[in-house]
């Protein structure tokens, strides 16, 4: 059995789940915000040395955690308390309970994880990425993190007109794209010191990158036919998109980074000069993948339902 940990109106994990029956394998979508309401947990443990953890489902269905064989950690959704329980107290003490609950159990399953749920959350992390990136050999911007205003107004008069900033995260709350930071927000730094901002260097565009990881496999994609906006390409509204060949140095260390930040799946930012120099930005451990397959016809969503019917002897050649 195979499970995808997503929300049923997610178009990639109902992607994979159709690449998944295509090859004949069981698969299926576990929706957390149906727990506690309509899915249950249960461990077991006997003194005759068998453990069992399970999940219940509306309808009766269980599934044996020990029959699982991999895994899909794809942007799980938050926990679905019922609205009566109103008092924030209890509603914080529940989803602690919860959340405990769920990770004691994952951590207990010999499955192949994509990806593991502590390493996809510690590889999200920034400054984690860029100094793994650093000790691999990749290139990156000339990058300040910082929330202290001395240091980002030295850094901006280094690099005259040609700093670009960006969050660490983004939310359905504020959501910023990367920005060209201009004279007029200079006179904000003071602002600076309520929250950590990245600044980097501009890197001018020969071309922007899009590598999706899995396993060992990369699947890049140049992106080409911009618009008026550079900094981000997501905001390139003619942008188009063809496979691109890495050159064998630049993908060994991409291997490698994946490998140092124990991921199985990973989606890549990069760009390349107009020099050709290949300069790293970022990687996202639950990056979407769907517009590059659709764009370049690289089978991206089939080569992921491979990995996981592979299972966890996949993690062990990768691994190995």
């Known amino acids: 059995m195979i499970l995808v940990i997503s929300s049923p109106e997610d178009p990639h994990a109902q992607a994979v789940l159709a690449e998944l029956d295509r090859l004949g394998r069981p698969a299926r979508l576990v929706n957390l915000a149906e727990f506690p309401m309509r899915m249950s947990l249960s461990a077991r443990f006997d003194n005759n040395g ?19 064989t991999a895994v899909w950690w794809r942007r799980p959704q938050p926990f679905g308390l019922p609205a009566e ?22 951590q207990s399953t010999e499955a192949l994880w994509i990806n593991d749920p502590v390493r996809d959350a510690a590889a999200a992390h920034k400054p984690w990425q860029l100094k793994l990136a650093k000790e691999v050999g990749l290139t990156l911007p000339e990058t300040l993190i910082t929330n202290d205003p001395a240091a980002a107004r030295e850094f901006w008069r280094r690099y005259p007109g040609e700093v670009i900033y960006k969050p660490f995260l983004q939310t359905a709350y504020a959501w910023r794209e990367t920005r060209l930071l201009r004279r007029a927000e200079e ?22 990158l899009r590598i999706i990881a899995i396993g060992d496999r990369l699947f890049a994609a140049e992106a080409h036919g911009t618009d008026d906006y550079e900094i981000d390409v997501r905001f390139n509204t003619r942008v ?7 050159p064998d140095g630049v993908a060994a260390k991409l291997r490698a980074l994946q490998r140092r930040l124990g991921l199985e799946y990973g989606a890549i930012d990069m760009r390349r000069t107009p020099a050709g120099e290949y300069v790293f930005f970022e990687v996202n451990p639950a990056g979407q993948f769907l517009y590059i397959e659709q764009l370049t016809g690289q089978p991206i969503a089939a080569a992921l339902a491979a990995h996981l019917s592979a299972g966890a002897a996949a993690a062990g050649a990768a691994a190995g």
């Open 50 to 68: 068998s453990n069992h953890f399970s999940l219940g489902f509306a309808g009766g269905d269980r599934v044996s955690l020990a029959d699982v």
């Open 85 to 106: 329980l109103a008092e924030p107290a209890y509603r914080q003490f529940a989803l602690s309970e919860a959340s405990t609950a769920f990770h004691g159990a994952w």
């Open 187 to 208: 006179a904000l730094a003071e602002a600076v010191r309520l929250a950590p901002v990245i600044f980097q260097r501009y890197v001018p565009a020969g071309a922007d």
């Open 240 to 246: 188009g998109y063809r496979p691109h060949t890495l």
